[in-house]
């Protein structure tokens, strides 16, 4: 003892020189662990971030390709209407009417035109539908107009049969002024051609391009930053700040836009197809849409109302650019907080550490202080296991299997009486299935090993002879510290969760009316079998079917024949496919086969049969036969086909094809 130095002083001193000795190395370890930590988490983020912001470019691609494509299909079917062809044959008041009629029936399903209309050759309106405040209007004749200064009725004028005009995404002009509130519209047009080859006007319809805007912003509304849509000159047509959009549609805002307030992130963006890259400004993600396709044309647009546009413009030259922007300063925000949450954890560590530290100094620990924590918590205890739902029990049992103790509730479970259990073989009393005996006769090893098993979901019998799946958690408990004494645990029955978790997975992935998978788990499947294809190098075909003139069955017998149309038309293919395919439901009379491990040529093959066992398919409704068609698109998988739209935009473009040849037919690109 230190001269002059009281015993509880002394006593203090050794126990902050023990506590000290314990706490630097901890602190130095810490230390080292929490940098490296923090490093890891900041990088792992920024990674999260890139990935995140790619998938959604991609998504929004995604989208708006396949948006375009529908609205090019509607207007190559509003071209076909027959209604039309009467109308251009004999135009009386008579079936101008049908064909109003036929046009906003068109409208009022479809829901995202602001104007249907057919022009005839001289730019005169013969037929226009208003759609407005969710309805949709035939203007009447006296209100109809000329269009023939218009540059989307005259560079659509200008195309060949079958040709598609699509206009600049611009606003749209009333009265020689930009309506306001801003209505973003894009134009896509068609000449109508007779069977002489004259031109006898063109339809043109006014899609409402606020419908593709919203649904890419519900797509970004998950992103890091703010998401913008660029046109081809770097023209905001979406920002983050209302006031940049549409800058060259005003005279006195021809210098806002994005390529001047970020030139170096342009010139970069409008080089390449897609991409990502930081630079000072931030983290910049962005990818190419390219709205104009093989035989369908655009033009430079016009922002006055009765200008023409400049010059023709092709796929390569008409583009938007989607771009995810995550500033600087949104990032080193995101860094920041980690820093600062990781610098509290850090002290509430160190603290930690401190506390820990001087415990370890206190050495002695009265027994009988230990000793009634100890009885206090095994009647703690007990009450609990006494008072468990009625669909848990505890169990103990011996290393042999004889139970030693079981609580209450396993009576209802098991059916059987507390005294008839104890006593008796773990075996003896849950009724385990065959299979499942063995799951749980490893388990009791690695217990007799002292080692603690997984958690078992084991199937059994239950008192009404039906097979119900049981919870088991049990580990081993040692009495001397090494040789395992006996097992003890917790179980319960989750028959009704597993079912629901069966039901809800289902209803996730199936397709409601037809019973095959439903377009997200078919593309996530696609996806799946696109890697393991380049992994394995073997054979996949990926194939889209579309019922030829499905609207005709829903307008002659209704849509619950339509229905049944669908259901008998998954049920044929299915029938045709092996257990090895997949079939999945992509759209309203759109479906996919996915076909593994097939050559090209086997491919057309079995679409071939597909086609064939169709059109010999003859549905029975209400006493009437109703028979129909299917075009069918199809490609293989080739190596350079990174994501499932590369697969499906080549089959989608054989699809077309197919419906452009004559329908009722296979096309393979």
Known sequence: MIPGMKKSTLLSWKIGKKALILFMPLFAYFLVMAVILVYVEIDRD?????????????NANLVAIIELRTIISDLLVLGSFQELDVFLKNPNPRNRELLGAAFKKFSERKRVYDQVRFLDVSGMEDVRINYKDGNPEIVALSRLQSKALRYYFVDTLKLGKDQIFVSPMDLNIEKGEVERPFKPMIRFGTPIIDEAGRKQGV??????????????????????GDWMLLNQDGYWLKSMRQDKEWGFMFKDRKDVSFSKEFPDAWKRISLETKGQFINDRGLFTFDTINPVGENVLSSSGAGEAYSPSENEVFSRDYYWKIVSYVSSQSLANRTWSRLWRWL??????????????????????????????????????RRLIDGLPEDHFVFSREIDGTLSYISPAAEELLGLKLDEMIGRQWNDVI????????????SDGLCLENKFPPTLELEYYRPDGSVGIIEIHKHPVCEDGESVAYIEGIARDITERKELEFELRRLATIDPLTGIFNRRR???????????????EHGLVFILLDLDYFKRVNDTYGHQAGDEVLK????????QLRDTDFMGRVGGEEFGVLLVETSGTEGVEIAERLRREVSELAIEFEGKSISFTVSIGLTTFEKDD??????????????????????DRVVRV
Do not use: M, T, W
Not at 345 to 364: D, G, P, T
Not at 522 to 536: A, D, I, K
Not at 568 to 575: L, N, R, V
């Open 46 to 58: 920024r990674s999260v971030v890139r990935d995140e912001e790619k998938h959604h470019v991609e």
């Open 203 to 224: 339809v043109l319809l006014n899609y409402l391009a606020s419908n593709l805007l919203d649904d890419l912003d519900k797509l970004h509304e998950k992103d890091y």
């Open 344 to 381: 509290l954890f850090f002290v509430v560590l160190i603290l930690c550490l401190v506390l820990v530290s001087h415990r370890l100094a206190l050495s002695q620990v009265q027994r009988d202080e230990a000793d009634r924590a100890l009885r206090l918590s095994e009647e703690k205890h």
């Open 431 to 442: 009724k385990l299935l065959p299979g499942h005996l063995e799951l749980s006769a490893e």
């Open 522 to 536: 078919f593309l996530e499947q696609v996806s799946l079998e696109q890697g393991r294809s380049r992994r394995y």
């Open 568 to 575: 008998a038309f998954a049920s044929c293919c299915q029938g």
């Open 642 to 663: 990174l994501f499932v739209k590369d697969l499906f935009k080549k089959a989608d473009d054989a699809l077309y094809l197919a419906k452009e040849q004559g329908r």
